[in-house]
T-cell receptor
Framework: DSGVTQTPKHLITATGQRVTLRCSPR?????VYWYQQSLDQGLQFLIQ???????AKGNILERFSAQQFPDLHSELNLSSLELGDSALYFC??????????????FGQGTRLTVV | AQKVTQAQTEISVVEKEDVTLDCVYE???????LFWYKQPPSGELVFLIR??????QNEISGRYSWNFQKSTSSFNFTITASQVVDSAVYFC??????????????FGRGTSLIVHP
């Protein structure tokens, strides 16, 4: 058990809908990362938050947004969902956002299926 | 261009064989970090090891060993006496600084290891 908790584990929704994925980082970790894993794109970095602030952005679509709350949990919001958004979404956390403190531990992932 | 290349898409071995998973990375930074993760069929990503760019010492942990060579930009992973439970997808990742100073892990496409009994 990595100590990173993601909910829900599975999500099935229809095209055009909006969903929210939740992540609780390991105790003491300030940094949260979101990744998308699909068969064709592999593991793609979406966005990183550190202590409540956005720190780095990757290949995140404009339809997607995220935030990190004062208690350090994070949410990833996906809207106007398309079939191609079906993927495994991972949250990871690390102590910090720089250097040796970026050892990232991953949650179990949320499998999103858009029908 | 791929920053992390795992050229072996799938490797199939018989139990007790040794197997090496290759990882080649590309970076211009002098400070960076390399990782290996395991993704078993259940889907979670399990952290295995971190290596700093300034520490080329090889590491052994039980049946697992890692060979880091900066001269060839490689960070290979060897499993000795493989077992069926080693069957998984293994990912190599490179963490380097991006704009803003954060270090973000970039993953290779993974190598699927199948260990037959």
């Amino acid at each position: 058990d990595s100590g990173v908790t993601q909910t829900p584990k599975h999500l099935i929704t229809a095209t055009g809908q909006r969903v929210t994925l939740r992540c609780s980082p390991r105790s003491g970790d300030l940094s949260v990362y979101w990744y998308q894993q699909s068969l064709d794109q592999g593991l793609q970095f979406l966005i990183q938050y550190y202590n409540g602030e956005e720190r780095a952005k990757g290949n995140i679509l404009e339809r997607f947004s995220a935030q990190q709350f004062p208690d350090l949990h994070s949410e990833l919001n996906l809207s106007s969902l398309e079939l191609g958004d079906s993927a495994l979404y991972f949250c990871a956390s690390s102590k910090g956002g720089t250097g040796v403190n970026t050892e990232a531990f991953f949650g179990q992932g949320t499998r999103l299926t858009v029908v | 261009a791929q920053k992390v290349t795992q050229a072996q898409t799938e490797i199939s071995v018989v139990e007790k064989e040794d197997v090496t998973l290759d990882c080649v990375y590309e970076t211009r930074d002098t400070t960076y970090y390399l990782f290996w993760y395991k993704q078993p069929p259940s889907g979670e990503l399990v952290f295995l090891i971190r290596r700093n760019s300034f520490d080329e010492q090889n590491e052994i942990s039980g049946r697992y060993s890692w060979n880091f060579q900066k001269s060839t930009s490689s960070f290979n992973f060897t499993i000795t006496a493989s077992q069926v439970v080693d069957s998984a997808v293994y990912f190599c990742a490179l963490s380097e600084a991006v704009e803003g100073g954060s270090y973000i892990p970039t993953f290779g496409r993974g190598t699927s290891l199948i260990v037959h009994p």
